[in-house]
C-alpha cells in the first residue's frame, strides 16, 4: 500500500533561520508529489508540486523542494523562515495511475522571534 | 471565482442524528474529494467523484454517503452520526489532467456527542 511518512512531528527555528521539513513515501512508481500548508482554522494550500523533469521545484512564498528517487524523498526547504510560516506542512502523494491521493499526517512548524 | 466553498463552517450533533455537508466548486473540475482530518492523522479520503453521476470510495468510507448529480455540487451525508465521526471535513476538486492542483475549501468542524 502507499504511505507516506513525515517523520517529525512538531519542528521549531528561530525566524531567519534555514528550515528542512522531510517527506518520504513509500511507492513502486515515481508519483506526483505535493507539499500543502495549513495555517490554524484554514484549509490546505498548496506550495509546490513535482510531476516530472527538474528534480529541484520552486513554490511560493520563497519555498522548495527536492526530489531524490533513490531515497523516496520530497523534502521541503526554506533559506530563512519568517514568523508567518508557523503553520501545518502536509506532504501528499498522488498516483499517476489513478485518483487519489494520499497526505503525511504532517509537520507542525514554530517559528520563534 | 469563490473556488471551493463549503457550509456549515461549525455543527454540533447528536449521537444518532444525521446531516449533510454542503461542497460546492465554480471552476468547472471534474474531480472532487471529501477527506477528513483528526488531529495527528493527516487527512484521510472519505469518498471522490471523477464527474457527475459517479462516485467511489476512498480509506474511510464508512458511515458516510455521497452523490454527484451535478458538476459543482458534491454533498457528503452522515446518516447516523457516531462520536468518531468528530472531526475537521474537507472538500477538495481538480481538473481533468492527471496533473491538476486539488484546491481545498475551508473546512467543516463538526462534533458529536
Known amino acids: 500500500a502507499q504511505s507516506v511518512t513525515q517523520p517529525d512531528i512538531h519542528i521549531t527555528v528561530s525566524e531567519g533561520a534555514s528550515l528542512e521539513l522531510r517527506c518520504n513515501y513509500s511507492y513502486g512508481a515515481t508519483p506526483y508529489l505535493f507539499w500543502y500548508v495549513q495555517s490554524p482554522g484554514q484549509g490546505l494550500q498548496l506550495l509546490l508540486k513535482?510531476?516530472?523533469?527538474?528534480?529541484l521545484v520552486q513554490g511560493i512564498k520563497g519555498f522548495e523542494a527536492e526530489f531524490k528517487r533513490s531515497q523516496s524523498s520530497f523534502n521541503l526547504r526554506k533559506p530563512s523562515v519568517h514568523w508567518s510560516d508557523a503553520a501545518e506542512y502536509f506532504c501528499?502523494?498522488?498516483?499517476?495511475?489513478?485518483?487519489?491521493?494520499?497526505f503525511g499526517t504532517g509537520t507542525s512548524l514554530t517559528v520563534i522571534p | 471565482n469563490a473556488g471551493v466553498t463549503q457550509t456549515p463552517k461549525f455543527r454540533i450533533l447528536k449521537i444518532g442524528q444525521s446531516m449533510t455537508l454542503q461542497c460546492t466548486q465554480d471552476m468547472n473540475h471534474n474531480y472532487m474529494y471529501w477527506y477528513r482530518q483528526d488531529p495527528g492523522m493527516g487527512l484521510k479520503l472519505i469518498y471522490y467523484s471523477v464527474g457527475a453521476g459517479i462516485t467511489d470510495k476512498g480509506e474511510v468510507p464508512n458511515g458516510y454517503n455521497v452523490s454527484r448529480s451535478t458538476t459543482e455540487d458534491f454533498p457528503l451525508r452522515l446518516e447516523l452520526a457516531a462520536p468518531s465521526q468528530t472531526s475537521v471535513y474537507f472538500c477538495a476538486s481538480r481538473g481533468a489532467v492527471g496533473t491538476d492542483t486539488q484546491y481545498f475549501g475551508p473546512g467543516t468542524r463538526l462534533t458529536v456527542l
Open positions: 501528499a502523494v498522488g498516483l499517476n495511475t489513478g485518483n487519489q491521493f494520499y
Open positions: 513535482y510531476f516530472s523533469g527538474d528534480t
